[in-house]
């Protein structure tokens, strides 16, 4: 079954201490991304990722780290976590398609994983 | 800066109701344009796509035109449908396809 998947789906922490939630995904894809959803703001990007050990700063990167060492896999990191990112973290990967102008295709998401820093 | 900007929620609708979530959008080029839906407790699913402008994206009863006069994506169903209860996002690709905006998302119950 092609998927996205990632883990924990749920964790509990507290400030300062590192952790990292990893992706990965089953559909040869090159792109892969990570994104926050916070009520009222949406899904704000991350970081994301073209290919193999090309990656790129989001609209929201500070507080957070990524690897793209190989393709399937995307963990996020978060060195010294605090509590204003206490969130629910999604990861998507996606085929790169050029057409013209654009160069784009469909997500698929993970389920996502419930973040809370006390 | 690219970003979307769409209807605030929620939005209750009888069974069998028209749907509008209205989507505008500002980006440099031309950007792709998604509504995405989110079920409870789940991860987003694509519902339909428009890459080019007056390209109309539709799937499972919904419809959206991409219109680059004015700038909108307009989600639409002519029937809504209990199961239709989701939250939906509408969302652009840059150009470059490599950077993701989301609008806020709308929450959508529909009633018997």
């Known amino acids: 079954e092609a998927q996205v998947t990632q883990n924990p789906r749920y964790l509990i922490t507290v400030t300062g201490k590192k952790l990292t939630v990893t992706c990965s995904q089953n559909m040869n894809h090159e792109y892969m991304s990570w994104y926050r959803q916070d009520p009222g703001l949406g899904l704000r990007q991350i970081y994301y990722s073209m290919n193999v050990e090309v990656t790129d700063k989001g609209d929201v990167p500070e507080g957070y780290k990524v690897s793209r060492k190989e393709k399937r896999n995307f963990p996020l990191i978060l060195e010294s976590p605090s509590p204003n990112q206490t969130s629910l973290y999604f990861c998507?990967?996606?085929?790169?398609?050029?057409?013209?102008?654009?160069?784009?295709?469909?997500?698929?998401f993970g389920p996502g994983t419930r973040l809370t820093v006390l | 800066g690219d970003s979307v900007t769409q209807m605030e929620g929620p939005v209750t609708l009888s069974e069998e109701a028209f749907l509008t979530i209205n989507c505008t959008y500002t980006a440099t080029g031309y950007p792709s344009l998604f509504w995405y839906v989110q079920y409870p407790g789940e991860g987003l699913q694509l519902l339909l796509k428009a890459t080019k402008a007056d390209d109309k994206g539709s799937n499972k009863g919904f419809e959206a035109t991409y219109r680059k006069e004015t700038t909108s994506f307009h989600l639409e169903k002519g029937s809504v449908q209990v199961s239709d209860s989701a939250v939906y996002f509408c969302a652009l690709s840059s150009p470059r396809g490599n950077q993701f905006y989301f609008g806020t998302g709308t929450s959508l119950t529909v009633i018997p």
């Open positions: 998507a990967s996606g085929k790169r398609v050029l057409a013209g102008e654009t160069s784009t295709d469909t997500q698929y």
